[in-house]
């Protein structure tokens, strides 16, 4: 049988004219996109496209499979607005993926607020930096931050929420020691993937000494609130913790844009209506704390 997600990577393509846009445009990698339609091809035994200088160029037998492909997409769409659309149970579950710094330091309380408001419905947290495909049902709300609008999937349904800026930050105690002429060095704290950025300017205070590397957030928070040194973390994580402090003469700076994404017609269903209407008005408070305007969560 025909797998319609391996049709879904084909429609992609054959709209986009390349394998980067159909990956762009659906939220996967490159690999899988060829991966699918290799599978496609196989189990259809004909070759669907060409590929140019210009981009992929459909072949006689991907031109007969795109009027049939488009028939699968559109049947597709009504199963979903007969089915899902009219889901109006608050019953059954409703699965977020976010990242694990947003759950723990911003939006767990406001999840649990909201599974007191709603105790029929079964919530996960899908609290990771791996981007779930919400096409694939892999979730049913992302709340992802996004640099470039452009990137967002164009079959996804997006909801614009607050800017997410961050700074650099240090321990109170290391701060005091510092101006107090401390000879101890100071560090900069970095998660190994991604190193010192390149706006994260160190103000006053100067590093003296090797990096100290961490792989992951959670990490490198414990890491500066000992005092071994300075660190970048968003605003919403560093100004609301009281042992942390901005560095003197830094700077903040746009890390992006957070955003609620849904698919199709999963959006229209209560419990994801009901949460995404909550979650909304939630991020909207915490703007000034997410710009960096604020100290607190008030």
């Given at each position: 049988?025909?797998?319609?997600?391996?049709?879904?990577?084909?429609?992609?393509v054959a709209r986009g004219g390349s394998v980067r846009a159909a990956a762009g445009r659906i939220g996967v990698n490159h690999s899988t996109v060829l991966?699918?339609?290799?599978?496609?091809?196989?189990?259809?035994?004909?070759?669907?496209?060409?590929?140019l200088p210009s981009g992929y160029r459909l072949t006689a037998a991907g031109e007969e499979v795109l009027e049939l492909a488009n028939q699968m997409e559109a049947s597709s769409h009504q199963l979903e607005t007969r089915v899902f659309g009219r889901d109006?149970?608050?019953?059954?579950?409703?699965?977020?993926?976010?990242?694990?710094?947003?759950?723990?330091?911003?939006?767990?309380?406001?999840?649990?607020?909201f599974a007191r408001l709603h105790p029929e419905i079964?919530?996960?947290?899908?609290?990771?930096?791996?981007?779930?495909?919400?096409?694939?049902?892999?979730?049913?709300?992302a709340i992802r931050v996004v640099y470039d609008r452009?990137?967002?999937?164009?079959?996804?349904?997006?909801?614009?929420?607050?800017?997410?800026?961050?700074?650099?930050?240090?321990?109170?105690?290391?701060l005091a020691a510092w101006r107090a002429g401390a000879p101890d060095p100071i560090r900069w704290i970095v998660i190994s993937m991604h190193g010192i950025p390149d706006w994260a300017s160190e103000g006053e205070v100067r590093t003296t000494a090797v990096p100290f590397k961490t792989t992951d957030g959670e990490a490198q928070i414990a890491a500066v609130?000992?005092?071994?040194?300075?660190?970048?973390?968003?605003?919403?994580?560093?100004?609301?913790?009281?042992?942390?402090?901005?560095?003197?003469?830094?700077?903040?700076?746009?890390?992006?844009?957070?955003?609620?994404?849904?698919?199709?017609?999963?959006?229209?269903?209560?419990?994801?209506?009901?949460?995404?209407e909550?979650?909304?008005?939630?991020?909207?408070?915490?703007?000034?704390?997410?710009?960096?305007?604020?100290i607190t969560r008030d």
């Open positions: 049988m025909i797998d319609w997600d391996d049709v879904r990577y084909f429609l992609a991966r699918r339609i290799a599978q496609l091809e196989e189990r259809l035994g004909a070759q669907m496209f060409e590929k109006q149970s608050v019953r059954g579950l409703l699965r977020v993926t976010l990242a694990p710094t947003l759950t723990a330091h911003l939006l767990m309380p406001d999840f649990a607020d079964e919530m996960e947290i899908v609290s990771s930096g791996e981007l779930a495909n919400l096409t694939n049902r892999e979730a049913d709300v452009k990137t967002l999937p164009l079959n996804l349904h997006a909801l614009k929420g607050p800017d997410l800026f961050g700074g650099v930050y240090m321990s109170r105690d290391l609130r000992q005092g071994l040194g300075i660190t970048t973390l968003s605003c919403f994580v560093g100004d609301a913790d009281p042992l942390l402090v901005r560095v003197p003469g830094s700077d903040l700076h746009m890390h992006g844009t957070l955003w609620l994404l849904t698919q199709g017609e999963i959006r229209t269903t209560k419990r994801v209506r009901l949460f995404t909550f979650i909304s008005r939630r991020l909207a408070a915490y703007a000034p704390l997410l710009t960096g305007l604020s």
